[in-house]
């Protein structure tokens, strides 16, 4: 089955302590990309990445790392997590195309708590 | 700054008719413009797109309309089921030398009534 996964689902931590969140898609797609979404502010880019090695900043990339090292893998990463890093996470992927949009494909998402 | 952003924050519409769920946008070099919906408790889910040179699409039951003068967009859905109950989402995307900005916009509640 086509999906994109992230690991955890649910995290709660502490301020300061390092995370990874996890992301995997099984399309072979170039495009990846991580979102934020907090209520009333829809959903912001993050990091997004076109191919392996080739990543970018998106609206907020403050306080996060990213990095792609492999087609299939697009980790988040929280160096020293704040509470105002406290939201649910986004992973997407989607295959480039030179005559259209590409369709970016979700997963599940992660719900984030940093006390 | 530039901005994409949806008139109303929901919208109740009765079994069987017509939505239309509106947008505006501000940035005139936007290369597509993309309808998202996201159901409770999942990730958003892709429904139609529209390249900036056009200004109609359809698919299955939805209609994306765009008027390029007004910078506005919208998402008419046929006969909405209660399957159709959820958050949509507009977003518009920037495509500068290879690389692609998506901006999303902040979200309508489709309520859809028995």
């Known amino acids: 089955e086509a999906q994109v996964t992230q690991n955890p689902r649910y995290l709660i931590t502490v301020t300061g302590k390092k995370l990874t969140v996890t992301c995997s898609q099984n399309?072979?797609?170039?495009?990846m990309s991580w979102y934020r979404q907090d209520p009333g502010l829809g959903l912001r880019q993050i990091y997004y990445s076109m191919n392996v090695e080739v990543t970018d900043k998106g609206d907020v990339p403050e306080g996060y790392k990213v990095s792609r090292k492999e087609k299939r893998n697009f980790p988040l990463i929280l160096e020293s997590p704040s509470p105002n890093q406290t939201s649910l996470y986004f992973c997407?992927?989607?295959?480039?195309?030179?005559?259209?949009?590409?369709?970016?494909?979700f997963g599940p998402g992660t719900r984030l708590t940093v006390l | 700054g530039e901005s994409v952003g949806l008139h109303l924050p929901t919208l109740s519409v009765q079994e069987g008719d017509n939505s239309i769920i509106n947008c505006a946008y501000s940035?005139?070099?936007?290369?597509?413009f993309i309808w998202y919906k996201q159901e409770s408790g999942k990730g958003p889910q892709f429904i139609i797109d529209?390249?900036?040179?056009?200004d109609k699409r359809q698919g299955q039951r939805v209609t994306v309309l765009l008027n390029k003068t007004v910078k506005h967009l919208s998402l008419q859905i046929a006969a909405t089921q209660p399957g159709d109950s959820a958050v949509y989402f507009c977003a518009e995307i920037i495509a500068n030398f290879g690389n692609e900005k998506l901006t999303f916009g902040t979200g309508t509640r489709l309520t859809i009534i028995p």
């Open positions: 940035n005139s070099a936007s290369d597509y």
């Open positions: 997407a992927s989607g295959a480039l195309h030179r005559e259209s949009y590409n369709e970016q494909f």
């Open positions: 399309m072979n797609h170039e495009y």
């Open positions: 529209i390249r900036s040179n056009m």
